[in-house]
C-alpha cells in the first residue's frame, strides 16, 4: 500500500527558493499548486500533487518558450526603417 507523503508550507517555500507566504498562496488561487489538507491547524502539501503540479507548469513553459511571440515589443517595432 502506498502511503501519502506530505510537507508543512514553510518546507513547500524552501521546496520553490524561499518563497513568501503570499506567494504560496498566490500560485494557489492561480492553479500553480494544488490546495492544501488541513490537519489540526497546520497545512500540509501532499508530495505527489506538488511533483504533478511542477510538471505540469514545466510542460506549459515548454509549450510556451516554443511558441513565436504574440507581439513585438514597442522598442524593437521600428528597427527595421
Same mark, same amino acid.
Given at each position: 500500500m502506498d502511503s501519502?507523503?506530505?510537507?508543512?508550507?514553510?518546507?513547500?517555500?524552501?521546496?520553490?527558493?524561499?518563497?513568501?507566504d503570499m506567494t504560496v498562496w498566490r500560485w494557489i488561487k492561480a492553479g500553480r499548486l494544488? +490546495? /492544501?489538507a488541513l490537519f489540526g491547524n497546520?497545512?500540509?502539501f501532499d508530495i505527489s500533487?506538488?511533483?504533478e503540479?511542477?510538471?505540469?507548469a514545466k510542460?506549459?513553459?515548454?509549450r510556451a518558450r516554443? +511558441? /513565436?511571440p504574440k507581439h513585438t515589443p514597442p522598442?524593437?517595432?521600428n528597427s527595421s526603417k
Open positions: 501519502k507523503r506530505y510537507i508543512t508550507q514553510p518546507q513547500v517555500k524552501q521546496r520553490y527558493g524561499s518563497i513568501s494544488p +490546495e /492544501p497546520r497545512n500540509y500533487e506538488l511533483d503540479a511542477d510538471r505540469r510542460e506549459q513553459y515548454r516554443a +511558441e /513565436p522598442h524593437l517595432q
